[in-house]
């Protein structure tokens, strides 16, 4: 079965870098979705569970490390795997994200090598 | 060592160089592009220094430090860097980017606001990332504002007196083959003011010796250009443009000067739609009265001549050319069947009506929307085809393989290596270039059996539904239609194969 893939990011341009970088790693998705902040993402979780999701940190409304606890707690979220994508390189945030529920820090300024070298071993 | 003020702004060009340096590389590993910088001039001064070289529109990236530098410093790009770092980075046609440095509006510039500042998020992570290695004092850089405009119109908008001691230092940077452009880092002096344990690291071979005693002078001027090259390897491959496209039809997304220029979109495909629908023996098992209907919906009259269409079954499966005496395709596939004793179950497959066929799901677009666009709607929605226009009037149609056939060959991941930015470019070309039109289409109560030879005659495998008002109401796809037959009464067998295989049109 293939799997799916949800990038959630307040800027539409980054999203559309994203899903080339994603596109250009050679990882296959047969679905992906968007969405353009938390509360939206969440809402699109609830009605259909997807295998990975890549969220920015930095969101109005709902930043992404609250977005990882709530996304947590959805029990069709349960074998999701999220990892975050954030210019933001601090360990200590990383550290902080990943006690959250993260399960992987992808920082930007990215490439299709770091998304093949991160996320394959999460879809597998 | 304890760093003082002095300390660090003695290594400000250094430090501006190694992170205007990373950003360089990052940009390029992003995007698979050669970007260079190299810096022309530092120093300090005043604001005036720096005004003279971003008199037009600009990129100001507003970012607030803390630890060893503490305020608000601005990373300057001039016309030329914000059209052609946020073109870049959506994929917008070469030629709109040139035009854009050349004659771009604010306007222009706002239509790019997101861009610029993904842009500027991506270079203050650069920066912070080389001076958290580089510089022990530093604790964070964060982007508050990305400023886009004519900077000294009012220049407290991007917090900069008009007489403000500043250190500055200032780049030319090239991506790819497009022009360079300016840009620079403006530290105003206040933001030199450390924290007393702020440590700094040696400096290495370019930086001045730490503790000079002249502020004003610190910051020095590059006796030679400091050049800052991403280390990219350009690919070993031909100069020729590859992907085979024709010019488009206007000059809006010409190519550019040279053949390192963004592949231009396809001509619009139109389709081959002949003036008249030769008459050919119908299908005697469908009634006469059928009031099927098939039109031209754009780019020519409604032009109904569906219900002679019904009459009249295509010569050939799939074949432009205009019909000849031979039967119809329908009548060969029947021909093919061997019925079984009731045959009235394909006589009511091949009168249902499109309502009871079509997808009522529709995808749309907007003719301006890019290639790229379309490859996400048609992921997201797990479609194959999309229709084209605006406020519910159908323009257009896109198919997977209309797509597939107007993006350079070069994205695909196996030949990741050889991709350029010119590949990258067919995926921002606009979609009314390359749509299908004018787009056939049958009314809500037009019978499979014409719908089959729609599709057969000329060659579409999608039929959009419209009603009287010619709105859409669904798509019937060729799947569609394989769904109906799979469906109907399993008495039907494919000549030649036990009863038991499933029924196959080919």
């Known amino acids: ?124 | 060592m304890a760093a003082t003020a002095t300390d660090i702004e003695s290594r400000l060009a250094g430090l501006s160089d190694a992170s205007f340096e990373a950003f360089c590389e990052d940009l390029g590993a992003m995007f698979d592009a050669d970007v260079q910088c190299t810096r022309q001039q530092a120093g300090a001064g005043t604001v005036e220094e720096v005004r003279k070289h971003f008199k037009k529109l600009a990129a100001v990236h507003l970012v607030q430090a803390t630890g060893a530098l503490d305020g608000t410093f601005q990373l300057f790009f001039d016309q030329g860097g914000l059209f052609i770092l946020s073109g870049f980075v959506v994929m917008l046609p070469e030629k709109k980017i040139l035009d854009d440095v050349k004659r771009g509006s604010i306007d222009d510039a706002d239509n790019l606001t997101d861009a610029a500042r993904e842009v500027g998020n991506l270079l203050v992570g650069s920066w912070d990332r080389v001076f958290r290695e580089e510089c022990k004092g530093h604790e964070h850089f964060l982007k508050t504002n990305t400023f886009i405009g004519k900077p000294w119109e009012d220049s407290s908008k991007i917090e900069l007196a008009a007489d403000e001691a500043v250190h500055f230092a200032i780049y030319e940077m090239k991506v790819a083959s497009y022009p360079s452009f300016c840009c620079a880092a403006v530290f105003p002096k206040k933001v030199l003011h450390a924290p007393q344990d702020a440590v700094v690291p040696a400096p290495k071979a370019e930086a001045p010796a730490a503790g000079a005693s002249a502020p004003q002078d610190a910051m020095p001027v590059a006796a030679a250009p400091a050049v800052v090259p991403a280390s990219r390897e350009v690919p070993a491959v031909s100069d020729e443009p590859h992907g085979g496209q024709a010019k488009p039809p206007t000059a809006d997304v010409a190519t550019g000067p040279d053949s390192r220029t963004p592949v231009a979109p396809a001509p619009a495909q139109e389709a081959s739609v002949p003036a008249e629908v030769p008459e050919s023996q119908g299908l005697t098992a469908i009634p006469e009265d059928i009031q099927s209907v098939v039109e031209t919906v754009v780019g020519s009259p409604c032009a109904s001549v569906a219900a002679d269409e019904r009459k009249a079954p295509p010569s050939r499966p799939v074949n432009r050319a205009p019909a000849e005496s031979s039967p119809s395709i329908l009548d060969q596939v029947l021909a093919d069947y061997t019925v079984g004793p009731d045959t009235s179950a394909l006589t009511d497959l091949l009168n249902l009506p499109a309502r009871k066929i079509m997808t009522p799901e529709v995808i749309w677009c907007d003719p301006e929307a890019t290639v790229q666009d379309v490859i996400e709607l048609m992921q997201q929605h797990s479609t194959g085809y999309v229709l084209v226009g605006r406020d519910g009037v159908l323009e257009g149609l896109l198919s997977g393989s209309t797509i597939q056939g107007a993006i350079s060959p070069y994205l695909r991941p196996v030949f990741a290596k050889w991709r350029r930015p010119e590949d990258d470019a067919t995926l921002g070309i606009k979609v009314k270039w390359i749509m299908s039109r004018p787009v056939r289409t049958v009314k809500p109560d037009t019978v499979l059996a014409t719908v089959i030879e729609s599709m057969c005659r000329y060659g579409g495998r999608c039929l959009p539904v419209v009603d009287s008002q010619s709105q859409v109401l669904g798509i019937i796809t060729v799947f569609d239609v394989l769904l109906r037959v799979l469906e109907a009464d399993q008495s039907l067998t494919w000549k030649g194969r036990p009863p038991q295989a499933i029924p196959v049109l080919v």
């Not at chain 1, 969220?55 to 996304?71: H, R, W």
């Not at chain 1, 029990?75 to 954030?86: R, W």
């Open chain 1, 1 to 124: 079965m293939g799997k799916s893939l949800m990038i959630v990011d307040d800027s539409a341009t980054m999203r559309k870098i994203i899903m080339r970088t994603v596109r250009m790693s050679g990882l296959e998705f047969d679905r992906t979705e968007e969405a353009g902040s938390g509360v939206e993402a969440l809402q699109k979780l609830e009605s259909g569970p997807v295998d990975v999701i890549l969220c920015d940190i930095n969101m109005p409304e709902m930043n992404g490390t609250e977005l990882v606890k709530k996304a947590r707690e959805l029990a069709s979220c349960s074998g999701t795997k999220i990892v975050m994508v954030s210019t933001e390189s601090a360990q200590d945030l990383i550290d902080q994200v990943m006690s959250d529920g993260a399960d992987g820090y992808i920082t930007k300024p990215f490439t299709p090598e770091k998304f093949q070298e991160k996320l394959a071993p999460l879809l597998n």
